[in-house]
């Protein structure tokens, strides 16, 4: 691997910025398509902090058609993201599983409204339909999928590793060109193609920041199936079981605009009011429960005058901008495999005009190369994140390699001899990750 000294005036055919879900699936499209065809091409990925330390691992951890788009009638996202949860769950079995959903129903007009809503939905998945729905009667349920999803971006990394791209992370992107970008230290990269893949950080006037929290309360109910609760405020609230080191539940999420800058997103304390007002409503016993842990992240959303943040369509926008910058903006976790074949496709129009690279769709077919089975002690997932991963620190190995930040109230006492591994002290990351109340 290239050291950030090494970079210093090298060119790169693509250079991506942002190690998200959408720039780590871009590089691991790019370096299979250049493996597949014998094409070779230099790809570097920039992640300012850890792979996965932005939206990417901080969300419901879904890979979903979303049920609740088709109120809005939006029948083509629904459709590709339900192709894309096939195609996960037959590529990355190992991080992406299906899930069961109950909805919770308020009257007989919630039961046919509902119940025709899964049919809706089985009838777009088509082929793809995984489990059986229940669409009549108090106990309506379909079936989705869940990921760990901040693994998944460090799967996508590895991968485009394991086909040459160089992936660094540790490093910010100062400025952006068509043509070069500069590091934060002022090295210079020079490329072939620029893409913008920063999500709630690239700015822009048309970009709306929508915050979304969760919190994670002990485990709230038997069985291993999610809750599907449709709010009386007309949002989703999903009930999801987790947690590796003890049981818990992950609730969220809220929707509500984000004024700040995008490295300050907190979970304020109406947020946590509303989610644990809903969680009472459902389970009266939570009332007595702490809270385990909670995060937030920002919806880069594609702005549109006039409609809620929840209503504010999930679509991508991926093209080149007027300073011939490459940029990915919206969308979802779901179908980033399908957003990085888009962009995927205009990188190589740029890089590879013979069309080689274009007409080839690798990622469609092509299973992950690298191991991606973690293991389950919490001394070799240390070393597995060390070696396997490249994790740096306390901090990217509990919030990125694992989730186990949220997981659990920690004490000094049971976070001391992990961060020993890390070489450091356990007190800032208990500062920063306090339980929200
Ligand atoms: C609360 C919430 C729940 C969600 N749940 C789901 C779900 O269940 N299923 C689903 O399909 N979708 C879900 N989504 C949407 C999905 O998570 C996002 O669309 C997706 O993660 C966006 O990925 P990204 O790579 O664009 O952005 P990010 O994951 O935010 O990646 C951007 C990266 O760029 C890096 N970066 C920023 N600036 C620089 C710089 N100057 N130099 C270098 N690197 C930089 C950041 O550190 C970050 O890692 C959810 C979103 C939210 C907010």
Same mark, same amino acid.
């Given at each position: 691997? =290239?050291?950030?000294?090494?970079?210093?005036? #090298?060119?790169?055919?693509?250079?991506?910025v942002?190690?998200?879900?959408?720039?780590?699936?871009l590089?691991?499209?790019?370096?299979?398509? +250049?493996?597949?065809?014998?094409?070779? *091409?230099?790809?570097?990925l920039?992640?300012?902090?850890?792979?996965?330390a932005?939206?990417?691992g901080k969300?419901?951890?879904?890979?979903?058609?979303? *049920?609740?788009?088709?109120?809005y009638?939006?029948?083509?996202l629904?459709?590709?993201a339900?192709r894309e !949860?096939?195609?996960?769950?037959?590529m990355?079995?190992?991080?992406? !599983?299906?899930?069961?959903?109950?909805?919770?129903?308020?009257?007989?007009?919630d039961?046919?409204?509902y119940? +025709?809503?899964?049919?809706?939905?089985? *009838?777009?998945?088509g082929?793809?339909?995984?489990?059986?729905?229940t669409?009549?009667?108090?106990?309506l349920a379909?079936?989705?999928a +869940?990921?760990?999803?901040a693994?998944?971006?460090?799967?996508?990394?590895?991968?485009a590793? =394991?086909?040459?791209?160089t992936?660094i992370s540790?490093?910010?992107?100062?400025?952006l060109?068509?043509?070069?970008?500069?590091?934060?230290?002022?090295?210079?990269?020079?490329?072939?193609?620029?893409?913008?893949?920063?999500?709630?950080?690239?700015?822009g006037a048309?970009?709306?920041?929508?915050?979304?929290? =969760?919190?994670?309360?002990?485990?709230?109910?038997?069985?291993?199936?999610?809750?599907?609760h449709?709010?009386?405020?007309?949002?989703?609230?999903?009930?999801?079981?987790?947690?590796?080191?003890?049981?818990?539940?992950?609730?969220?999420?809220?929707d509500?605009d =984000?004024?700040?800058?995008?490295?300050?997103v907190?979970?304020?304390?109406s947020?946590?009011?509303?989610l !644990?007002?809903?969680?009472? #409503?459902?389970?009266p016993?939570s009332? #007595?429960?702490?809270?385990v842990?909670?995060?937030?992240?920002?919806?880069?959303? *594609?702005?549109?005058?006039?409609?809620? +943040?929840?209503?504010?369509?999930r679509?991508?926008q991926?093209?080149?901008?007027?300073?011939?910058?490459?940029?990915?903006?919206?969308?979802?976790?779901?179908?980033?495999?399908?957003?990085?074949?888009?962009?995927?496709?205009l990188?190589?129009?740029?890089i590879?005009p013979?069309?080689?690279?274009?007409?080839?769709f690798?990622t469609?077919?092509?299973?992950?190369?690298?191991?991606?089975?973690?293991?389950?002690?919490?001394?070799?997932?240390?070393?597995?994140?060390?070696t396997?991963?490249?994790?740096p620190?306390?901090?990217?190995?509990m919030?990125?390699?694992?989730?186990w930040?949220w #997981?659990k109230?920690?004490?000094?006492?049971?976070?001391?001899?992990?961060?020993?591994?890390?070489?450091?002290g356990?007190?800032?990351?208990?500062d920063?990750?306090?339980?929200?109340?």
């Amino acid at each position: 691997m =290239h050291s950030i000294e090494e970079l210093a005036g #090298q060119h790169f055919d693509a250079v991506i910025v942002g190690g998200g879900i959408n720039g780590a699936g871009l590089a691991r499209d790019l370096a299979l398509r +250049a493996h597949t065809a014998g094409h070779p *091409l230099r790809i570097l990925l920039l992640e300012k902090r850890f792979w996965g330390a932005g939206t990417s691992g901080k969300n419901s951890h879904l890979i979903h058609g979303g *049920l609740r788009y088709l109120k809005y009638l939006d029948f083509r996202l629904v459709s590709e993201a339900l192709r894309e !949860r096939a195609l996960l769950l037959e590529m990355a079995p190992n991080t992406v !599983r299906p899930l069961k959903f109950e909805l919770t129903t308020n009257g007989l007009f919630d039961q046919l409204f509902y119940g +025709a809503g899964i049919v809706l939905y089985d *009838l777009l998945a088509g082929k793809h339909r995984i489990g059986k729905s229940t669409y009549l009667g108090e106990h309506l349920a379909y079936w989705d999928a +869940a990921s760990d999803s901040a693994a998944l971006v460090i799967d996508n990394v590895r991968d485009a590793r =394991h086909y040459g791209a160089t992936c660094i992370s540790g490093r910010g992107v100062k400025r952006l060109s068509a043509d070069a970008v500069e590091l934060d230290n002022g090295i210079r990269v020079k490329a072939g193609c620029v893409i913008d893949a920063r999500g709630p950080w690239m700015g822009g006037a048309e970009m709306r920041l929508v915050r979304g929290s =969760h919190i994670v309360l002990p485990r709230l109910y038997a069985g291993d199936h999610a809750i599907a609760h449709f709010n009386s405020d007309g949002r989703i609230i999903f009930f999801i079981p987790w947690g590796d080191l003890e049981p818990v539940t992950l609730i969220g999420t809220t929707d509500v605009d =984000h004024a700040e800058t995008p490295d300050k997103v907190e979970i304020s304390w109406s947020e946590t009011e509303y989610l !644990r007002s809903i969680a009472e #409503q459902l389970f009266p016993a939570s009332a #007595q429960m702490p809270t385990v842990g909670c995060f937030s992240s920002l919806r880069p959303l *594609l702005a549109v005058v006039g409609k809620s +943040a929840s209503a504010t369509s999930r679509e991508h926008q991926i093209g080149f901008r007027a300073d011939g910058v490459l940029e990915i903006k919206g969308g979802k976790y779901t179908t980033y495999r399908s957003m990085a074949e888009e962009a995927a496709n205009l990188v190589c129009t740029k890089i590879a005009p013979d069309d080689s690279l274009s007409t080839i769709f690798p990622t469609r077919t092509t299973p992950f190369a690298v191991p991606t089975k973690r293991p389950q002690t919490i001394e070799a997932r240390i070393a597995w994140a060390k070696t396997e991963e490249g994790c740096p620190d306390l901090e990217a190995f509990m919030t990125c390699s694992t989730n186990w930040a949220w #997981q659990k109230r920690w004490t000094p006492e049971d976070l001391a001899p992990i961060a020993a591994a890390f070489g450091g002290g356990a007190e800032a990351f208990l500062d920063l990750h306090s339980p929200c109340e």
